[in-house]
């Protein structure tokens, strides 16, 4: 159902990644609804948060240890779950902050994209990256888990463990009328139970971008802060620029790493992100070929079908893993491939990776794909996945078409070969064709009139959020472009030295880099 680079391309974050930001497959713009009154929010903005430990908020084990730090205060902001009617049910986003050590400009928040990655995670993570530095010193290092992922609340729920493990090793990959339509209603029935375990179709409707950037400007508010000082990494930029749109006003500073076209369809992202993993596996199968063990041979050329012989025969023979305590379904080799293409540095895993299962093993990239489905080591799933579907559903364009969908199924495997499972298009139509309430979002040119100067940072050889996508999103916004030549998934606040000092210099003193200004990543260590 849920599988790798379908229409809804690459999910959510490991923590691993959790300053590499998360891929999306569109950039949509906000539909627009009726606001409610400014008096009927009154409420929303006055409130005064109650800062206390972090601990009880953390929803998996790595956050329940990052977050054991007093330096750490979390809260939980209240805001309504249908702006068109404040006066009904509310909806409580998570905050959590590490205080300026000096002298304090205002709140950076930080989101690290997905959509469905936790920003709680990422501001605890961040906050220590940060520890001495001059952001540290300046700002309230801020990250928020947006409505309906992590620990917000209502969350968004739609499988149980079980159900995740049976999901996993789901092929989905009989292109015949009886096998789309079995896949068709393992679908409609995911669509259900997401309603259900929820908390109703209501909850669905409103947990889109339109709505989170709401949140976002009740939270700059509440935080004290007359304008957003803001850091998104790939679906974060999308609400970065949305909210740009909504309150050019109330903007002081926006960084937005790993950019996403807001011009640009639903199919044509997916399609140009395929071409991005391909990309970035043939960069990955190259650096492999120099080495002589490499599993892939050192013709890179056969790299694609060396690879679809070592993992398409998981399709009948699921190897063991884990000791023969688990197995590696085909599903779960891909997932776990793509996720080690996210970053240049988890290149040797890889190998090693795809080295074992010709061996066998199949423990290595069941783990990679643990990281990607946020499965964390006792077996519990946390909800990045389930909140990135959703949230995907109303944010997205629609395909209803089985037509439409097989052509983008077949335009994106012709651009990622390497992740073809060799038996034809399955043309079932994704979760979203059932899904119980609209799109909110569509794609268009942003209306930002008023907007300060803005930096937009894009990786020359980034797998999920293709380069020139952040070159169209510098444009839209008539912001400046900071250009990084490397292969990985974003780069901002991440140790490159050349890179973390133009952004720095933008978000204290809002000075911008010349124009055509380039960075370099450093080569991946030890290779």
């Not at 400014?38 to 005064?48: C, K, P």
């Not at 299962?357 to 990607?372: E, K, Q, V």
């Not at 794609?443 to 894009?458: A, I």
């Not at 978000?507 to 991946?524: H, M, N, Q, V, W």
Request: glycine fraction near 8%; aromatic fraction near 6%.
């Amino acid at each position: 159902m849920l599988d790798a680079l379908r229409p809804f391309a690459v999910a959510a974050c490991s923590a691993a990644l959790a300053l590499s930001g998360c891929s999306q497959p569109a950039a949509p713009a906000v539909v627009p609804q009726q606001p409610a009154p400014a008096s009927e929010l009154t409420r929303f903005y006055d409130q005064q948060l109650s800062w206390g430990p972090c601990v009880d908020y953390a929803s998996t084990p790595a956050d329940r240890a990052s977050f054991d730090d007093e330096a750490l205060q979390c809260a939980r902001l209240e805001v309504p779950l249908d702006y068109a009617a404040p006066e009904g049910r509310t909806a409580q986003v998570a905050v959590l902050r590490h205080r300026a050590t000096g002298d304090r400009i205002g709140s950076l928040l930080v989101n690290p994209g997905g959509p469905g990655a936790s920003g709680m995670s990422l501001g605890a993570t961040m906050s220590r990256r940060l520890a001495k530095s001059p952001l540290s010193e300046r700002f309230d290092v801020v990250g928020f888990d947006p409505r309906g992922v992590g620990a917000s609340t209502p969350t968004i729920d739609c499988l149980n463990d079980a159900e995740w493990e049976v999901e996993r090793a789901d092929l989905d990959i009989d292109p015949s009328p009886e096998g789309v339509a079995q896949t068709e209603a393992e679908n409609q029935q995911y669509a259900q139970r997401c309603t259900e375990r929820s908390g109703g179709a209501d909850v669905l409707a409103n947990a889109g971008t339109r709505d989170v950037v709401r949140d976002v400007d009740i939270l700059r508010q509440v935080l004290g802060d007359q304008k957003l000082t803001y850091l998104g990494y790939s679906y974060g930029t999308r609400i970065g620029s949305a909210y740009a749109e909504a309150y050019p006003q109330n903007v002081r500073a926006l960084v937005l790493d790993g950019a996403l076209d807001p011009e640009q369809t639903t199919v044509q992202r997916t399609v140009d992100q395929s071409a991005g993993f391909q990309q970035a596996f043939d960069a990955f199968a190259a650096d492999c070929a120099k080495e002589p063990n490499c599993p892939l041979g050192q013709d890179p050329a056969r790299a694609t079908a060396n690879f679809q012989a070592i993992t398409r025969p998981l399709m009948d023979r699921p190897a063991p893993a884990d000791g023969g305590a688990r197995t590696l379904s085909y599903p779960d080799a891909v997932t776990g491939t793509i996720q080690a293409l996210y970053l240049s540095d988890f290149w040797p895993l890889l190998t090693r990776g795809l080295s074992t299962l010709a061996s066998g093993d199949g423990t290595i990239l069941m783990r990679l794909a643990d990281m990607y489905n946020d499965r964390d080591p006792d077996g519990h799933y946390g909800n990045g996945i389930e909140a990135f579907v959703a949230i995907s559903c109303v944010d997205e364009e629609r395909i209803t078409d089985r037509g439409e969908q097989a052509e983008l199924i077949r335009r994106s495997n012709e651009m990622a070969p390497f992740r073809d499972d060799g038996h034809g298009v399955v043309a079932a139509l994704d979760p979203c064709a059932f899904w119980p309430a609209p799109p909110t979002s569509e794609p268009h040119v942003p209306q930002v009139e008023g907007l300060p100067p803005t930096l937009t940072v894009s990786v020359t050889g980034d797998p999920a959020t293709p380069y020139q996508a952040g070159v169209d999103l510098a444009k839209a916004l008539s912001g400046s472009l900071l250009s990084v030549e490397g292969a990985q998934h974003t780069a901002a606040l991440q140790g490159n030295t050349c890179v973390d000092d133009i952004v720095s210099a933008y978000l204290i003193d809002l000075r911008l880099p010349p124009e055509g200004a380039r960075c370099s990543l450093a080569p991946t260590p030890g290779r």
